[in-house]
């Protein structure tokens, strides 16, 4: 793999818009993201600026991307931290302090070379290297229509919960919570 994995800089907006956009024009994009093209289109760049800068620095938020030789950008994830007590992105209250992993894509060339998982490395070791809040467990949600993603996240480590939530926009459709505890 000669792709570079790191945190983006604030000043990448400009490249941190263009990857979501390409993102949500995936076929898999309507059951990956609780956000669609033409919505993500319709923001004004002070929402790309302030996105990429919260991204970049602090311990409330972290986007990683594999960048190429050539400075091009061929995936991502991006990790939200989440203080026991607070309210997650479905509403439920946190019992635990926990990074939840969202965003992730990597472009379709770039697919099944390991890519994925040296994203997910890099956003996990920055969730356990936070001393304040201390990170009890690493979670995400995928669809339960996402067969291809929830086989890639148990490959790697994350377990299903049991817990769920209904999909935005999905009548009677499911969101699957999945973690991977503290290492010991």
């Known amino acids: 793999m000669e792709d570079v994995i790191r945190p983006v800089r604030a000043d990448e907006w400009l490249k941190v818009k263009e990857l979501r956009l390409v993102a949500l024009q995936d076929p898999a994009a309507p059951i990956a993201y609780l956000e669609t093209y033409e919505a993500a289109t319709a923001r004004p760049d002070s929402f790309w600026q302030d996105r990429a800068a919260g991204a ?13 030789p050539d400075g091009s950008w061929s995936g991502t994830v991006v990790v939200l931290v989440e203080p026991v007590g607070t309210e997650g992105i479905f509403g439920e209250v946190n019992s635990v302090s926990q990074a939840h992993l969202v965003g992730v894509y990597v472009r379709p060339e770039f697919r ?8 997910f ?5 920055w969730a356990w290297s936070l001393d304040e809040p201390r990170i009890e467990r690493v979670r995400l949600f995928v669809h339960q229509a996402n067969g291809r993603a929830a086989g890639f996240y148990r490959k790697i480590g994350f377990v299903p919960t049991g817990y769920s939530v209904p999909a935005p926009g999905d009548a009677g ?6 973690v991977v505890d503290r290492p010991v």
């Open 56 to 68: 970049s620095h602090g311990g409330t938020a972290r986007q990683f991307i594999a960048e190429g």
């Open 112 to 119: 099944g070379a390991g890519l994925t998982q040296e994203l």
């Open 121 to 125: 490395r890099a956003a996990m070791e």
């Open 173 to 178: 459709d499911r969101e699957l919570e999945m």
